[in-house]
């Protein structure tokens, strides 16, 4: 029996597009039984473990009908916030806070029972109903399913994510371990409260309950606030509460600590520096930060690329506004890839490519010379709001003359279109077309993998070539090409780069060359002990190699951390059983059920080796 990854290709809840960033990192397994299979190639074959990057987004920009207490926080527990809040900021500054209140970044999450609506769904595929509902104070999701397998069970939810604009989901956790809901409320196309249930984007088509999708600190990022960081070497175990402020705070634009309002004092110099960020964290106006620093206040949440590379040793959640974006991570454009599309947070670069930002340069236009980011355009006058920025620059001549019977410049220059990647979603074209009907501007002939924003000259290959492995693990060959062309190049520039290590390892295995892909992969966990990724797929080569204790340690390290990697358990639990440890394997597929509970694969497994059909044995 085989058993794939296969790419998740979205955030936290797939309501942005995570898919937002295509930070190269592990991804999650959506396990895939091939068919035919023995019971003796069942416990004989090990599971192939792809070293694929996770694709993830971030932005779902919506709004709540009632009003929402300042930066409501979960009561569970205490976590030690490193900044204030919209409550501290209000105390000054009450006019901007009550009108930033209502806007949807300030809703991007909190408790699951905040502002809940209940709701039921049958998913045809898996045969499951899920039901979200209060009980008892408490917010639940059930999933039944009567027949054969039997399927029941239910999870606390505990936070939600998502204004509700777009639509939202639920964050639940088990054994400590973070995950998604496997279901999402999408709202009416109107705005009306309500809406409906189904499969979050990455889910639609699974035949089988996906209750294992962590929930990534990346998508956290860009949805609440003092977030906590995972523990070192997992994806998504956390200490609780997940956040210390529900939404999207003032000094996630600002900067700001919990000194502010004691010391806090007007920066010399807007290009604030790492250590005297280290130091005390100042309050920023992005207006007064050069082009570059102010757009990475919004781009942080607001451009996906087709490919986003964390730098070695460093997180986007460690952004503070005033950083330099590139420090933290480096985003990765496509073109020439023939496709005409929309994704659901690229708004950055769809503006780039208008003839509005070319026209006027970065000094002139940004995020803010359309939107407010304290307020909202009150909700009969968007069109007239929205006119006059446009008039701003175009000038009243102009729209006396043009299609004076329309009088929302967007229906025509920047429709609504649906998103590639979410949904009963749709996103407003950012490329603000001359025409209303047009292709991408200034698209290649042949695929290209550029920087964006662009950038003179690459200090090294690193971003370029995890940036085309990232691309084909989505099954792209010219991606894979590209990848295997450039990666012993970005090698040779960092010959310790764990990362660069373990991707061309894993292109070493694809081609059986064994030995090169073990030296790589071990020297990869020379430098990052914990690499989920190196763990698991060295542990292959030494299972296929007759190794088996040695593939079984890697494989049990690497499950413990990431336990809903169900192939891990898998993994594991065939490897037990060879080598005789049949108790351990039970458990080891038990585990896998714990988090995977409708894994056909699993069950299977566990029912052979409760019933005697097989038994574990040294071979």
């Given amino acids: 029996m085989f058993i794939a990854f296969q790419p998740c290709g979205n955030c936290l809840c797939g309501l942005c597009r995570q898919s937002r960033k295509n930070l190269l990192r592990s991804d999650v397994p959506r396990d895939a039984v091939e068919p035919g299979s023995t019971t003796s190639t069942v416990w004989r074959k090990i599971i192939f473990v792809a070293l694929v990057s996770l694709f993830f987004g971030i932005s779902d920009y919506a709004q709540f009908l009632s009003p929402l207490p300042a930066n409501t926080t979960p009561s569970s527990a205490a976590v030690p916030a490193k900044t204030p809040g919209n409550e501290a900021c209000a105390k000054c500054h009450g006019a901007i806070a009550a009108t930033y209140a209502v806007k949807p970044m300030a809703r991007g999450s909190g408790p699951a029972t905040q502002d809940f609506l209940p709701g039921e769904f049958r998913d045809a595929r898996s045969g499951v109903l899920y039901r979200v509902y209060l009980e008892n104070g408490d ?45 999402n409320s999408y709202s ?39 977030a906590q960081a995972p523990e070192a070497g997992t994806e998504n175990k956390y200490a609780t509460p997940l956040f210390a402020h529900g939404g999207i705070t003032c000094e996630r634009c ?21 250590a005297a960020r280290l130091d005390r964290s100042p309050i920023i106006n992005p207006s007064k930060l050069t082009p570059a620093r102010r757009d990475a206040v919004c781009m942080q949440c607001h451009l996906e690329g087709n490919a ?3 730098q070695p040793e460093r997180h986007l959640y460690e952004f503070r506004p005033g950083d330099d974006l590139s420090d933290f991570v480096r985003y990765y454009v496509l073109s020439g890839d023939g496709k005409d599309s929309v994704r659901a947070v690229s708004q950055f670069e769809a503006l780039a490519q208008s003839a509005c930002k070319r026209a006027t340069g970065d000094e002139a236009m940004t995020c ?14 968007p069109a007239a709001y929205y006119r006059a920025k446009c008039l701003a620059c175009h000038g009243e001549p102009f729209a006396a003359k043009h299609h004076v019977e329309q009088q929302d410049c967007t229906t025509c220059h920047m429709p609504r279109v649906s998103t590639i990647d979410v949904g009963h979603t749709q996103d407003s074209d950012h490329r603000i077309l001359r025409l209303p009907v047009g292709p991408h501007q200034g698209a290649s002939l042949e695929p290209q993998l550029t920087r964006f924003p662009p950038v003179k000259e690459e200090d090294s290959l690193r971003g370029l070539a995890l940036a085309w492995v990232s691309l084909g693990g989505s099954g792209s060959l010219y991606a894979i090409a590209q990848a295997e062309k450039i990666l012993p190049q970005a090698l040779a520039q960092k010959p310790d780069d764990p990362e660069l290590l373990a991707a061309l390892a894993f292109e070493e295995q694809q081609k059986s060359l064994t030995d090169q892909a073990r030296e790589h992969y071990e020297h990869a966990l020379r430098i990052k002990p914990l690499f989920l990724d190196a763990e698991a797929n060295l542990a292959l080569i030494e299972a296929n190699a007759g190794n088996l204790n040695r593939a079984a340690a890697l494989w049990k390290s690497a499950f413990a951390r990431a336990p809903g990697r169900s192939s891990l358990g898998i993994n594991l639990a065939r490897a037990m059983c060879l080598t005789g440890h049949g108790e351990e394997s039970k ?33």
Wanted: hydrophobic share 30%; net charge negative; with cysteine.
């Fill in 188 to 226: 009416k196309p109107s705005g009306a409260p309500g809406g409906v249930w189904d499969m979050a984007p990455k889910h639609q088509g699974a035949t089988e309950m996906p209750l294992n999708s962590p929930a990534f600190s990346s998508c956290l990022s860009c949805h609440t606030s003092d």
């Fill in 308 to 310: 986003a590379i964390e």
């Fill in 368 to 381: 803010t010379t359309c939107h407010d980011p304290h307020a909202s355009p009150s909700i009969p006058q």
């Fill in 254 to 274: 600002h900067g700001g600590d919990l000194s502010h309002g004691l010391t806090a004092q007007k920066p010399a110099d807007a290009k604030v520096s790492q």
């Fill in 139 to 183: 917010a639940w999701l059930s999933f039944d399913r009567d027949g054969d397998p039997p399927l029941h069970g239910r999870r606390k939810l505990e936070y939600f994510i998502g204004s509700g604009h777009r639509g939202k989901t639920f964050v639940f956790s088990d054994d400590g371990f973070s995950f998604e809901s496997p279901i």
């Fill in 587 to 619: 458990a080891a597929i038990a585990r896998v059920l714990e988090f995977n509970p409708d894994l056909s694969t699993a069950r299977e497994m566990l029912k052979q080796l409760q019933s005697g059909e097989v038994s574990c044995e040294v071979k």
